[in-house]
């Protein structure tokens, strides 16, 4: 009778439990959203990043808002070109009606309103950087720490990128002329 009796228990425990795992999942197209709405309050994070890569291992079409949320993530990550290509296909499905018409238009002309600053600088891709408008080579990074005047100008001494040896500190001029007081980065 005892084992009958656990039996019985198992059994309506697997059906309990073999019929609730089923309902406590989404439906793709359902989870899509719920992640587009986490990712879109978190764009230009690693967060939003996880997100977007969830949604894209749906083996979904994407919600049309997708597209609109992923181009602005880009954007805010610097992808611009990628960025620019996602604004543009979620104009093209939601149309002029779609819920973030304007905003997509504002975003285009963001990216290339940063396409254009970032044009001013060639990348020789040998760690150097050169600011057409000025004129001036740049390391492509710094030290990757914060250091001393003392220190900085001991690293200038001794850098050695493009192959170049006669790095030095920049004027406060020639720093000031990278700063953009629009630029919110």
């Known amino acids: 009778m005892l084992v009958c009796r656990r039996v019985v228990i198992a059994v309506v425990l697997l059906l309990t439990v073999g019929h609730a795992l089923p309902a406590m999942a989404l439906p793709p197209e359902m989870e899509a959203d719920r992640l ?12 939003a990043t996880a997100e977007f890569e969830k949604i894209r291992g749906l083996n ?9 949320f992923y181009g602005k993530h880009l954007h805010e990550t610097g992808n611009l070109k990628e960025a620019n ?6 104009l093209e499905k ?9 905003d997509s238009l504002q975003a285009m002309t963001a990216i290339e ?5 970032l044009a001013r600088f060639v990348d ?4 150097t950087i050169t600011d057409t408008k000025t004129g001036l080579m740049w390391a492509a990074k710094d030290n990757g720490s914060d250091i001393t005047w003392q220190n900085a100008r001991a ?5 050695t ?6 790095w030095r500190l920049p004027t406060q001029d020639e720093l000031a002329s990278l700063h953009d007081p629009k630029d919110k980065n």
């Open 60 to 68: 979904i079409e994407p919600p049309t808002d997708y597209y609109y």
């Open 94 to 102: 939601a149309g002029r009606d779609g819920q973030f018409y304007k």
């Open 161 to 166: 990128g493009g192959g170049h040896k006669d």
């Open 113 to 117: 309103e940063d396409q254009k600053k």
């Open 155 to 159: 690293y200038c001494q001794n850098y």
């Open 36 to 47: 587009l709405l986490s990712a879109s309050k978190h764009l230009g994070s690693p967060e």
């Open 85 to 90: 290509k996602n604004i543009e296909k979620y």
């Open 124 to 127: 020789h891709s040998d760690g």
